[in-house]
């Protein structure tokens, strides 16, 4: 009774995530925006493999120095203002969901948070400080991802429903294009869109003292971001994401909406500290999440399939190791998640659902005692195992995947001699 309670509480909330506007637009904002992330933080590994005279070929080739500001260009374009291009994503998935011009709405959104956050920057020249005009990368980057998000959910509401007042449109006939009488017709409300969003930032700032990206940051990104960093935050994401995929539920993709975010400033704060001589403290990046958590597909599936060629005696589940073993290979584990199944199986349930978890802790001891570095390169899924964990951690980080797949399989191998006593007890 109990079980089957709980069953419909989570298939209740996958439901309604998958329903809810705003967190599917956000979801579908990052996971466009993901190969940019992976670019950006490529570039970094570039620029130190390429145009470092330190550790990379321009030691050899010094000209190769030369070409170190176009991959900082790129680091740039990618993640440096990583909030931006957010920001019209999401706000093109919002309008796409009401019915509203989608271009014109993600350009609302952009304009309406450049409106709200600082137009100078404090530059220093010859020990000199003073001011110029420009956004402050703070506001731009992946410090302002949140707010970010907010306040376009803000904005293409306001947008929204005055796009739905015939009474401010401006009518064309019906001969001019629709391009242009689109335009026109929206003229009015992005107007007040825009003075509206301007006015309730300059009064926030007046009844706090700050800009309103500054504050929703202290108040709400910076406390997420460290318990997200946390053991105890990452190890109940994780567990939360694993009774999703019991349930037959892709749960990567229920918790990315809140996931995603935290990731991409977690890579951008390591870049940010590389690039200024610092050590990277963010261990829960999206390259960790691929090499340590979901390592051989989410629940540790390469271990399980190892579990199986050792100690399997039925057939059925060997015959599915052996289809799902090239997947899981490339952290893909749909084909033993749904062929042995791993679904609603009550045998596999326990180490299904915390295999990933003890990977994770294991990949964050090892982090902890100075022993893996925090990454500065995010892979895209489908690196094969091994390979992955080299680019983003270095040979520390294959090391710690060896151990994690070592450990996980031998927690998978109880409940697989189980399942073979399982066909006696049939038989």
Same mark, same amino acid.
């Given at each position: 009774m %109990?079980?089957e309670?709980?069953?419909?509480?989570?298939?209740?909330?996958?439901?309604? /995530?998958?329903?809810?506007?705003?967190?599917?637009?956000?979801?579908?904002? %990052?996971?466009?925006? #993901?190969?940019?992330?992976?670019?950006?933080?490529?570039?970094?590994?570039?620029?130190?493999?390429?145009?470092?005279?330190?550790?990379?070929?321009?030691?050899?080739?010094?000209?190769?120095?030369?070409?170190?500001?176009?991959?900082?260009?790129?680091?740039y374009?990618?993640?440096?203002?990583?909030?931006?291009?957010?920001?019209?994503?999401?706000? #093109?998935? @919002?309008?796409?969901?009401?019915?509203?011009?989608?271009?014109?709405?993600?350009?609302?959104?952009?304009?309406?948070?450049?409106?709200?956050?600082?137009? =100078? =920057?404090?530059?220093?020249?010859?020990?000199?400080?003073?001011?110029?005009?420009?956004?402050?990368?703070?506001?731009?980057?992946?410090?302002? !991802?949140?707010?970010?998000?907010?306040?376009?959910?803000?904005?293409?509401?306001?947008?929204?429903?005055?796009?739905?007042?015939?009474?401010?449109?401006?009518? #064309?006939?019906?001969? /001019?294009?629709?391009?242009?009488?689109?335009?026109?017709?929206?003229?009015?409300?992005?107007?007040?869109?825009?003075? !509206?969003?301007?006015?309730?930032?300059?009064?926030?700032?007046?009844?706090?003292?700050?800009?309103?990206?500054?504050?929703?940051?202290?108040? @709400?990104?910076?406390?997420?971001?460290?318990?997200?960093?946390?053991?105890?935050?990452?190890?109940?994401?994780?567990?939360?994401?694993? !009774?999703?995929?019991?349930?037959?539920i892709h749960?990567?993709?229920?918790?990315?909406?809140?996931?995603?975010?935290?990731?991409?400033?977690?890579?951008?704060?390591?870049?940010?500290?590389?690039?200024?001589?610092?050590?990277?403290?963010?261990?829960?990046?999206?390259?960790f999440?691929?090499?340590?958590?979901?390592?051989?597909?989410?629940?540790?599936?390469?271990? @399980?399939? !190892?579990?199986?060629?050792?100690?399997?005696?039925?057939?059925?589940?060997?015959?599915?190791?052996?289809?799902?073993?090239g997947?899981?290979?490339?952290?893909?584990?749909?084909?033993v998640?749904?062929?042995?199944?791993?679904?609603?199986?009550?045998?596999?349930?326990?180490?299904?659902?915390?295999?990933?978890?003890?990977?994770?802790?294991?990949?964050?001891?090892?982090?902890?005692?100075?022993?893996?570095?925090?990454?500065?390169?995010?892979?895209?899924?489908?690196v094969?195992?091994?390979?992955?964990?080299?680019?983003?951690?270095?040979?520390?980080?294959?090391? /710690?995947?060896?151990?994690?797949?070592?450990?996980?399989?031998?927690?998978?191998?109880?409940? /697989?001699?189980?399942?073979?006593?399982?066909?006696?007890?049939?038989?």
């Amino acid at each position: 009774m %109990f079980s089957e309670k709980f069953e419909n509480t989570l298939t209740g909330i996958a439901v309604k /995530v998958d329903e809810n506007k705003y967190l599917s637009s956000i979801k579908d904002a %990052f996971t466009v925006f #993901m190969p940019f992330v992976i670019v950006g933080s490529f570039a970094v590994l570039f620029n130190t493999i390429l145009c470092s005279p330190k550790t990379g070929l321009a030691k050899w080739i010094p000209w190769m120095s030369n070409l170190g500001v176009a991959f900082t260009a790129i680091n740039y374009a990618t993640l440096g203002i990583m909030s931006i291009p957010v920001i019209f994503l999401i706000a #093109m998935n @919002l309008a796409k969901h009401d019915g509203i011009p989608e271009h014109i709405t993600g350009i609302v959104a952009v304009a309406s948070y450049c409106a709200v956050i600082p137009e =100078v =920057v404090t530059v220093t020249v010859n020990n000199a400080t003073g001011t110029a005009s420009g956004l402050p990368a703070a506001a731009i980057g992946a410090q302002g !991802l949140f707010i970010g998000m907010l306040f376009t959910i803000f904005v293409e509401w306001i947008f929204l429903h005055l796009t739905k007042i015939d009474a401010i449109k401006i009518k #064309m006939p019906p001969s /001019v294009p629709n391009g242009i009488a689109t335009s026109f017709n929206t003229l009015i409300p992005i107007m007040l869109t825009l003075i !509206l969003a301007s006015i309730s930032g300059a009064l926030f700032r007046i009844a706090t003292g700050s800009y309103i990206n500054e504050f929703v940051y202290k108040a @709400l990104q910076a406390p997420l971001e460290a318990l997200f960093q946390s053991p105890g935050g990452i190890l109940a994401v994780v567990i939360f994401s694993q !009774l999703f995929w019991f349930l037959g539920i892709h749960g990567g993709l229920m918790i990315s909406p809140i996931r995603n975010p935290l990731m991409a400033a977690a890579i951008a704060a390591n870049i940010a500290a590389a690039a200024n001589g610092k050590l990277p403290t963010q261990p829960v990046t999206y390259g960790f999440w691929l090499n340590f958590i979901v390592e051989g597909g989410a629940g540790m599936i390469f271990s @399980l399939i !190892l579990a199986i060629f050792l100690f399997s005696k039925r057939e059925d589940h060997r015959m599915i190791a052996k289809l799902g073993i090239g997947p899981a290979f490339f952290n893909i584990s749909e084909p033993v998640v749904f062929g042995l199944p791993l679904v609603l199986n009550p045998t596999f349930a326990i180490p299904f659902i915390f295999n990933s978890g003890i990977a994770c802790a294991i990949a964050l001891f090892f982090t902890k005692i100075g022993f893996m570095p925090c990454n500065t390169v995010d892979v895209p899924f489908g690196v094969p195992l091994i390979l992955g964990a080299f680019i983003g951690h270095g040979w520390q980080g294959i090391i /710690v995947q060896i151990i994690s797949i070592v450990f996980t399989t031998i927690t998978w191998i109880p409940f /697989v001699i189980m399942a073979n006593k399982e066909v006696k007890v049939q038989d």
